[in-house]
């Protein structure tokens, strides 16, 4: 590279500031690719670690605008103009080049019989479960990608843990009845398995029944998020918009469900196509595919169409007598020491049953 930290050739030639852009973000980016949705994405070097950004978001934005900035050592930052136009080359160059991959949202089953956990953390590390045991890896060290909408960091799970750890956890619920945990012992379990269809978690049950408490402790065991308790919106764009976003959805205090939420929701389980308008575009379309795992839950179950129960597994909760109950703050200090364990013996159980099918 014939030209200095400042851009200047030496024969008083100033190298265009888009092009400097480009040169310096393709020197520290590892991989271009477009995944399988036709969206671009850069695999870029963050100190120590990969991080996968698609090439047409803000935080890549800011990401290419840092990369310049400390290149010429904090004396310069590029314009609008230049950024935008090397972002729009950037992706170009990704869009009509020949690596395709596929990028996962939280869990992946790969073709080697692994299953990858994205622990969402700052480092972007993943845990590795094979029938040979977990653990867990750094973003170097595996081809599994994995996107992020509004996740946060899940704790790094703990192996030692006492053999009822599963029904400590339970016990903060207050749920007795042994069917009933048996049921929610399976389906969470199995929510860390992706792309098999998941039962529809139906929790109902009177008020001071701990159903908000469970759906919010299922979302932050497997999928913890910057929200964890939706709303079920009254527009469907929205609803696609929750589910591509979220490996489990938990829809807390429905009352009201949409005509068309029924057909939607039973699609989801089973796995389905679905598409949008680009935005500021009259003929493009944004094709997302998702199969989710989903809770709901309400004081009175609303999902009566005979399709959706039939992909539904209802857990009734019964009011916490006086007595039993206690403060929200001893409840979160119960839960936040219980989790790292009982991921745990998640993953354990998970290894066993890679060893079964393998």
Request: net charge neutral; hydrophobic share 35%; aromatic share 12%.
């Amino acid at each position: 590279n014939r030209y200095d930290s400042h851009g200047n050739d030496g024969f008083g030639k100033k190298k265009a500031q888009s092009k400097q852009l480009i040169e310096i973000v393709e020197s520290c980016t590892d991989l271009f690719f477009m995944d399988q949705y036709g969206s671009a994405f850069a695999r870029v070097i963050v100190g120590n670690h990969y991080e996968i950004l698609p090439i047409m978001s803000s935080k890549f934005s800011h990401y290419v605008t840092k990369q310049y900035f400390d290149y010429h050592n904090g004396e310069e930052i590029p314009n609008q103009e230049a950024l935008n136009n090397a972002i729009r080359v950037l992706a170009a160059k990704t869009e009509f080049g020949n690596q395709r991959r596929t990028v996962y949202l939280r869990s992946a089953w790969r073709r080697t019989g692994t299953i990858n956990y994205d622990l969402t953390d700052e480092e972007w590390r993943q845990l590795e479960i094979t029938k040979d045991g977990w653990r867990i890896i750094k973003s170097n060290d595996s081809e599994t990608l994995f996107t992020r909408f509004n996740q946060t960091s899940q704790v790094e799970p703990d192996r030692n843990y006492s053999s009822d750890i599963f029904d400590k956890y339970l016990d903060i619920m207050i749920l007795s009845d042994q069917q009933r945990r048996l049921l929610l012992k399976v389906i969470t379990i199995c929510y860390f398995v992706p792309d098999i269809p998941h039962p529809l978690c139906i929790s109902y049950g009177e008020q001071g029944s701990c159903k908000s408490t469970f759906s919010e402790f299922q979302k932050r065991l497997i999928d913890p998020s910057k929200i964890n308790l939706l709303t079920i919106p009254k527009d469907k764009s929205e609803f696609v918009r929750q589910l591509h976003h979220n490996y489990l959805v938990a829809y807390d205090n429905t009352s009201y469900l949409p005509p068309w939420f029924s057909d939607e929701i039973c699609k989801a389980v089973t796995g389905v196509g679905n598409s949008k308008r680009k935005l500021y575009s009259d003929d493009e379309d944004v094709i997302v595919n998702y199969r989710r795992c989903i809770i709901i839950n309400g004081i009175n179950n609303n999902l009566t169409e005979p399709d959706a129960l039939d992909r539904s597994i209802l857990i009734e909760f019964e009011r916490i007598p006086k007595e039993l109950r206690k403060e929200e703050s001893k409840i979160e200090i119960q839960f936040e020491e219980i989790r790292p364990k009982l991921l745990g013996y998640i993953f354990d159980v998970l290894v066993r049953a890679l060893q079964i099918k393998a």
